[in-house]
C-alpha cells in the first residue's frame, strides 16, 4: 500500500466528504455514474442466518491521526412511498431533527408513517398519532438491533422525510455495514473458491459508493438502495461470505490519478468487455477500456454465468407493439418524425458495431422512412415481450417476412449488462481458476491502483 502523494489528497478529499454530512455543505461535484444497474449473477437461493450486529458503530465527523475514518452512507429506500411500515425487535423511539421524542414504539408492533399535517406522522395501530414533523428520526434503543421498515430488518438509523409525493426512507450506517448488505445481495450465495470474486466485487463497490456518496444529495441521501446505484438488501440478505469478503478488503479501493475511479461493473460481458465511450458518453477513462474475457485456452471466463449466450424473439404483432411503446419514449428527437407512424415494421438490421463487436446503431423500417436507435437506446427499444431491458447490445438478427412486412424477429446474444469495467460472472469465473482479487480487478480495470484508505 502507498500511504505518500495521491493518498494524502484521497485522505483529504474524503475527510471532507465525511464532514459534508451537515445540511451546509457545498453541492457535489457531478459524477458520471453509470445509468444502468449491474445484474446478480444469481439470486440469493436461501434465507442468510441472523447477522451478528456490526462491530463499527461509532460515527465519525473528522479523519483520525493514522488516517481518515470510515464514513458513513445514506441509502434511500423509499421515495414518494405513500406510507411505510417501522417496528422493531426491541422497539423503537421516533424524535423530531432536534432530538426532541415524538413517540416510543413498543416491541414488535407496527406503526406506519404517513402524510400528516404539514409533515409526517407515526401513527399507532390503535390510530394515535405523533405531532407531524417535515423529517421523522426513528432508532433502536440498542445500537445492535434492527430498524423494519416494511418488514425488512436494517442496520443503522432510519429518516423519513416528506417530499412532495409523500415519504422518503434513508437508512443511514457506517459504510463497511452497508457493503455487506451489497456484496451478498449483488454476488448471492457462493463456494469457498469463488470468494475472491466476492472479495473483488466489495472493492468495486466500495469504490463506486465512495465515489458517488452525496449523489442524491437535494433528495436527502447518496445512493438508491436498488439497481439505480447497487443493490443493497439490508441485514436480511447478509450472508457470511458477504461479511468476510468486505472485512478482508475493509477500507480499499481502486484509484487513477489519486482519486477514486469510476467503477462501473454489470453481470456479464459475454467474452469482451466494452470500451467506456461506446456505452457512456462522458466515459473516457484509461481504465475502462475493451479487453477480452477469456482464459489461455480459448474459454471466455463469464461462460458460467446462465446469461453467457441468450435467445429472444418477437412474432410480427409483438415487435409492433413493443416498438410502438418504446421508440416514443426515446430521448428528444433521436428517433424522427419517422417513428410517429409504427402501423407497420418493414425492416430490422443492425447498421453499425462498435470495436468491441457491440450494436453500435440499430436501424428500424418503418412507414415513414428509417428510424436509427443509436447504441446506448437498443437495449431500450428492443425489449423483450417481459418489458424488460434487452439483455445486453452483443446480437445478431434473424428476420423472416413477406413482401414488406417482418413477421419474425430473433435475437441471438451474449451477455447481460453494458459491458464497461468489472464483469461480475467473469471475476467468479477468474476466482475458479486460482486468481486473486487484485489480479481479477486488474484484468478489468488496467491501470488502476489498490489503496487502503482507511
Ligand atoms: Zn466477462
Redesign the pocket.
Known sequence: MRWGGPLATLAAALAVAVASCTPTAPPPAPTPVPPETPAAPSPAPSPSPPPSPSPDTAPSAAPEAQGPAEPWIRLGLAVGAPGVGISGPLGLRVTDPAGASLAVIPAGEVWRVTIGGTGLVARAPGGASTTPSATLEITSPSPGAFVQVNGRPYRGAITALRDRAGVTVVDRLPMESYLVGVVSAEMGRRSLVEQEALRAQAIVSRTFALRNLRRWQAQGFDLYATVADQVYGGAGSETPEGREAVAATRGRILTYGGAPIDAFFYS????R?ADGPEVFRAATRPYLRSAA?VAEDGT???SV?PRFRWHEEWSGEALRATLQRTLPALPGAAAGSAAGDVSEVRDVRVSSRTPSGRVGQLTIGLPRGDVHVEGPQVRRVLRPLSGELLRSNVFTLTVSGSGHRVSRLAADGA?AGHGVGF?Q??AV?RARTGQGHARILAAYYPGAVLERLY
Not at 268 to 271: R, V
Open positions: 456479464t460481458c459475454g467474452g468487455t474475457d471466455a471466463y463469464c454465468s451477455g464483469c460472472w467473469g469465473g
